[in-house]
């Protein structure tokens, strides 16, 4: 890395490459949710089954969990500028081939060579964005990144609503298109950081490459299907997690033994790498599963359409954006642990006042909390990645980056897969302590029954079977509410106890850096 630039200036040209390189990872990281609220409107324009149908999803998510911790050996190999120009097209080719698919089986082969092309883009702007500046503008820089990778998912839905509500699915994909040429020219162009080393493509571990890829793809099959196939109930899923177990057990062998690794794990060596990377983790849990949990109440309890849902959960999007600033500042006064305690007690504020759900909270119940999701995700996120990737020695950090982002994707996965079984399981408990309750001995049950017998009389002697059934809809609706009560607890004491977790994390000392080429 060239000294020549003085230590404590941001080179204008640096930046305007590393904001095109940011604008790359908002678009790979957005396809992640991009199609989540729309995968209906795909289902029947492909004529696709609903079980197809979440492969457009999972196809994604595993390729791209397996490109991840993959980039930083290739940026090492290609140099930045070329493993980030590939990526950039890759992504951009695939995102067309998606809009010209007809068939599901051609939608979930581009959308897995779209999910592993473009996941390079991700880490390989964390690492660049650590090695490449001074430290003392760090806290100009991480917001960039903390707003993109806690923002994009956020809004991914709503976009997603109003391209398919004004347009068609295809723009889903269409809309990357120019964006992603234009990024890839920029990224052929500009990005002059470092160098190749092709030497790095003789020694290429393919064994341990193999062996990531099971163990990653078929983690992340699992936690995608896991809570709809009654887990371990499923030979599918038993397979794929003896996968998972061979898998892991032949990788970090291969990372502990091979001349040249594929991963390099000796980053999980830096406490503060460490305990950055369980907070991320913890924070893909917070981010993906209440992108997830308020779209699923909205439509299953309130009746949402796509586009109502996506208006709704524009709150949180907002607070982000106008947090970054804000935390950008605090950087620069605060301690890190400081900010990251006051983004984890805001977090936990926020799921906390929704333990208090009813059926029939609507926009403005959600408000506050949303907006307290969003400040608290950018107020934590900022310094989770300074701690994790500021501190480290500039050769670790293309390695780092990789892990580091990865943790973040399968916090997402392992949030969801536990979410979605608690709500299945707290719904079943909710359920049957209700029906306990709604026994004929209780005049309230036989006088709530004989009032919405008499509103269906019109109905005639199908007037109590009406009555029955519309009682219980009631009771599983509850049900349905209590259990997403439950698990807004649940995330309210693991965001609490992280509060706990922040004295095993070491205060920066001032003067070290991980990048601008010290």
């Known amino acids: ?97 998606c809009s010209t698919a007809t068939t599901i089986n051609e ?25 490449i500046f001074p430290r003392s503008k760090f806290s100009i820089i991480s917001p960039m990144i903390g707003l993109v990778a806690t923002l994009a998912p956020t809004i991914g839905p709503t976009l997603g609503g109003y391209l ?60 995608e299907e896991g809570a709809s196939d009654d887990w371990f109930h499923s030979e599918e899923i038993v397979f794929f997690a003896t996968l998972t177990a061979f898998g892991a057990l032949v990788f970090f062998w291969r990372c502990f033994t091979a001349e040249e690794p594929v991963v390099d794990l000796r980053a999980f060596s830096d406490k503060n790498f460490a305990m950055g990377s369980i907070f991320s983790f913890t924070m893909g849990i917070g981010l993906y599963g209440l992108t997830y949990l308020y779209p699923v109440y909205l439509s299953g309890i309130r009746g949402y359409t796509s586009l109502q849902i996506g208006e709704t959960m524009f709150v949180s999007g907002l607070a982000m954006f106008m947090a970054a600033p804000l935390a950008g500042r605090l950087m620069g006064i605060l301690d890190p642990r400081l900010m990251m305690g006051l983004g984890f007690a805001g977090f936990a504020l926020g799921t906390w006042m929704v333990t208090g759900l009813t059926h029939d909270w609507d926009f403005w119940e959600l408000f506050v909390p949303q907006i307290l999701r969003g400040v608290s995700l950018m107020i934590s996120m900022v310094p989770i990645n300074n701690i994790a990737l500021g501190m480290l020695p500039p050769h670790m950090i293309k390695n780092a980056s990789g892990l580091f982002n990865l943790t973040r994707n399968l916090g997402g996965a392992v949030g969801l897969a536990l979410i979605g079984t608690a709500l299945t399981n707290r719904q079943d408990f909710h359920y049957e302590r209700l029906s306990e309750s709604l026994n004929w001995t209780r005049p309230v049950a036989t006088e709530t029954l004989d009032a919405m017998t008499r509103a269906y009389s019109s109905l005639g002697s199908l007037s109590e079977t009406a009555a029955l059934k519309a009682l219980s809809g009631i009771v599983t609706r509850e049900a349905f509410v209590m259990s997403f009560a439950d698990v807004f607890l649940i995330l309210t004491g693991l965001f609490t106890m992280l509060l706990f977790a922040l004295v095993f994390v070491d205060k920066p000392k001032a003067g070290v850096s991980g990048g601008g080429g010290h």
């Open 1 to 97: 890395m060239s000294e020549a630039a003085a230590p404590d200036t941001i080179d204008k040209r640096k930046l305007f490459t590393f904001l095109c390189m940011v604008f790359g990872m908002f678009m790979a990281i957005l396809d992640i949710q991009i199609v989540s609220a729309s995968l209906s409107e795909i289902q029947a324009g492909l004529s696709a089954s609903q079980d197809d149908i979440a492969w457009v999803q999972t196809a994604y998510l595993i390729a791209e969990v397996i490109m991840i911790p993959l980039s930083g050996y290739l940026s090492r190999m290609l140099s930045t500028r070329w493993m980030f120009t590939l990526s950039a097209a890759g992504f951009t080719a695939m995102s067309l081939m």
């Open 164 to 223: 398919t509500e004004y347009a068609s699915w295809h723009w889903l994909f269409i809309i990357n298109v120019i964006p992603g040429i234009l990024v890839t020219i920029a990224a052929a162009t500009l990005i002059d950081f470092d160098e190749p080393d092709f030497s790095l493509f003789d020694r290429f571990d393919w064994v341990g490459f193999a062996a990531m890829a099971v163990f990653l793809g078929s983690l992340e099959y699992v936690l």
């Open 107 to 131: 939608m979930i082969v581009w959308r897995a060579l779209q999910g592993f092309l473009g996941g390079g883009m991700i880490p390989t702007v964390f690492a660049s964005a650590y090695t």
